[in-house]
């Protein structure tokens, strides 16, 4: 079965870092596109990031270019979201997502989220 | 990096079809077959219903389907039932990013 769970989630204060972490399980986790995307209280999804199988093309949205960093570790089966330099406007669940294998699609299967909330 | 117009709502009886509206640019909806429809109920994490512009992954019933002309993609339900109730999004690639629409909140009357 496959399995995405995120972690990470966390209070924090406008300016500051955190890292957001995707573990995977139940599928070849080196063969796919993972993403990131954000869903802000009552809002809706926004595409954040992401990164391929080897973990050596990325990209970004241009609201988190420079800020935030996309990364994996194929061998613990876990992805990496590095947040920094973050704005009251970076308060959002944060879902990862696995592409779809052979198509340029987000999120066949989904986490649940984590939570983070930017405040003084 | 826009995000797509989908109208806010749309309502339907149970039985009857919907269908939700998508918009984008040549840039992206547009220049690519790459259109996804996704389906959330409240509290959960979204559900991939359409992928490639029409494709069902499994276990998507076939009342789901998708189509697109030009730069404006479309999701169709038909047989509307209760548990179809739920927020949807359309979401394309758009060369090196992907971009999500706003999100339409069916309602089943």
């Known amino acids: 079965e496959v399995q995405l769970v995120e972690s990470g989630g966390v209070l924090v204060q406008p300016g500051g870092s955190l890292r957001l972490s995707c573990a995977a399980s139940?599928?070849?986790?080196?063969?796919?596109?993972m993403h990131w995307v954000r869903q802000a209280p009552g809002k809706g999804l926004v595409w954040v990031s992401r990164i391929n199988g080897e973990g050596d093309t990325v990209a970004y949205a241009d609201s988190v270019k420079g800020r935030f960093a996309i990364s994996r570790d194929n061998a613990r089966n876990t992805m990496h979201l590095q947040l920094s330099s973050l704005t009251v406007d970076d308060t959002a669940v944060y879902y990862c997502?696995?592409?779809?294998?052979?198509?340029?699609?987000?999120?066949?299967?989904w986490g649940q989220g984590t939570l983070v909330t930017v405040s003084s | 990096q826009s995000a797509l117009t989908q109208p806010p709502s749309a309502s339907g009886s149970p039985g009857q079809s919907v269908t939700i509206s998508c918009t984008g640019t040549s840039s992206d909806v547009g220049g690519y077959n790459y259109v996804s429809w996704y389906q959330q109920h409240p509290g959960k994490a979204p559900k991939l219903m359409i992928y490639e512009v029409n494709k069902r992954p499994s276990g998507v019933p076939d009342r789901f389907s998708g189509s697109k002309s030009g730069n404006t993609a479309s999701l169709t339900v038909s047989g509307l039932q209760a548990d179809d109730e739920a927020d949807y999004y359309c979401?394309?690639?758009?060369?090196?990013?992907?971009?999500f629409g706003g999100g339409t909140k069916l309602t089943v009357l």
């Open positions: 139940g599928f070849t986790f080196s063969s796919y596109w």
């Open positions: 979401a394309s690639f758009a060369g090196t990013t992907w971009v």
């Open positions: 997502a696995r592409g779809v294998l052979g198509a340029y699609g987000v999120g066949d299967y």
